[in-house]
Antibody, heavy 120, light 108 residues
C-alpha cells in the first residue's frame, strides 16, 4: 500500500525558508507513471496547488508562488522536497504531499498533511 | 488561470437524500476534472477522476458527470459517512492546477 509522509519544522519565522520532505513508501518515486506534488490548505480555507515534480527532476509550479518555490527529488531516498522562501503569515497552512496519476492526472494518494505555522 | 466555482457552498441534507453539487470552469477543461472528499483534520480523498470515472474502492452511490465547463457530483443516497466537504479540481493544464472553493455537506 502506497504511503506518503510529510516531515519538517512545524514553526518557521517570517522571512525565513520553509522546508518540507515527503517520504514515499510502498512504491517507487522513480515510476514512469506518476508525478509527485505539493498542495497546501490554510486553516479553514480551500486547497491550493503549489507544484509538481517528475522523478527526472522536471517541475511545474503555481505562477503565484513560482518566485519563492523550489521542489526537488531524491530518488535514492524515495523522497521529494519543498522549499518556500521569504515566508509570511499568509503561508501558514497544512501542507500535503501527493502522488499525481500521470503528467495530467488527479492526486490519487495523499500524505496526512503537516501544519506549518509562520510566526516569530 | 482557469477559475473553478462550486455551488452551493453549503448544503444541508438528510440521510437517504439525493445530493447534487455543481462545479463550473471558466474555460473548457474537456473531462479533466476530479472530485475529492475531505473530512475535518484529514487529507482529501479522490472520489471521481476524468469527470465520471469512479476511483477504486469508492462506493457506487457517488457518480460524476459533465464535460467542457459544467460538471456535477451526485450522491444517490446520502450516508452518515458522507457528511464532509467536497472539492472539484481541474487538471487540464498546469497553469495552474486549480481547485474549487468547496461545498460543505451538513446534516439537516
Amino acid at each position: 500500500q502506497l504511503q506518503l509522509q510529510e516531515s519538517g519544522p512545524g514553526l518557521v519565522k517570517p522571512s525565513e525558508t520553509l522546508s518540507l520532505t515527503c517520504t514515499v513508501s510502498g512504491g517507487s518515486i522513480s515510476s514512469s507513471s506518476y508525478y509527485w506534488g505539493w498542495i497546501r490548505q490554510p486553516p479553514g480555507k480551500g486547497l491550493e496547488w503549489i507544484g509538481t515534480i517528475y522523478y527526472s527532476g522536471s517541475t511545474y509550479y503555481n505562477p503565484s508562488l513560482k518566485s519563492r518555490v523550489t521542489i526537488s527529488v531524491d530518488t535514492s531516498k524515495n523522497q521529494f522536497s519543498l522549499k518556500l522562501s521569504s515566508v509570511t503569515a499568509a503561508d501558514t497552512a497544512v501542507y500535503y504531499c501527493a502522488r499525481v496519476r500521470g503528467v495530467y492526472g488527479p492526486d490519487d494518494y495523499w500524505g496526512q498533511g503537516t501544519l506549518v505555522t509562520v510566526s516569530s | 488561470d482557469i477559475q473553478m466555482t462550486q455551488s452551493p457552498s453549503t448544503l444541508s441534507a438528510s440521510v437517504g437524500d439525493r445530493v447534487t453539487i455543481t462545479c463550473r470552469a471558466s474555460q473548457s477543461i474537456s473531462s479533466w476534472l476530479a472530485w475529492y472528499q475531505q473530512k475535518p483534520g484529514k487529507a482529501p480523498k479522490l472520489l471521481i477522476y476524468k469527470a465520471s470515472s469512479l476511483e477504486s474502492g469508492v462506493p457506487s452511490r457517488f457518480s460524476g458527470s459533465g464535460s467542457g465547463t459544467e460538471f456535477t457530483l451526485t450522491i444517490s443516497s446520502l450516508q452518515p459517512d458522507d457528511f464532509a466537504t467536497y472539492y472539484c479540481q481541474q487538471y487540464n493544464s498546469y497553469s495552474p492546477r486549480t481547485f474549487g472553493p468547496g461545498t460543505k455537506v451538513e446534516i439537516k
